[in-house]
């Protein structure tokens, strides 16, 4: 499992949770988009609860592993709903946050270096 830090709290979820968030924080910051997301995790009675949070382009968020006897909390419908949500915003991206470069890109002849000497 691991432990997600964020705004000077913390939650426990599972490894498969944690990794979704991180994913779609990702996307969130490359596309400046900010959307309240929740995820389901664990508190130390094994008590499972909804965590929401707003992730946005400067989210901070840190997940460490944790050991713990606690069962993981079933976050396999948020995962899934997390990963869509950041691939449809990844495609929904302008090319102006980093198309990707293709090798036809790179075989076009040196730009005119404008009288410079280049070495």
């Keep these: 499992m691991k432990r997600v830090a964020y705004g000077g709290e913390s939650f426990i979820t599972s490894d498969e949770g944690a990794a979704a968030l991180l994913d779609f924080a990702a996307s969130a910051a490359m596309s400046d988009v900010a959307e309240v997301v929740a995820l389901p995790a664990v508190l130390p009675d094994g008590q499972v609860i909804t965590v929401n949070l707003v992730i946005g382009p400067s989210s901070e968020l840190i997940a460490s592993p944790v050991e713990t006897s606690l069962p993981d909390p079933d976050t396999r419908e ?10 449809q915003i990844g495609k929904s991206n302008s090319p102006a946050h980093g198309a990707a470069i293709s090798w036809r890109d790179l075989d076009s002849p040196d730009p005119d270096p404008g009288g410079l000497e280049l070495y």
């Design 78 to 87: 948020a995962a899934a709903a997390l990963r869509s949500r950041a691939f």
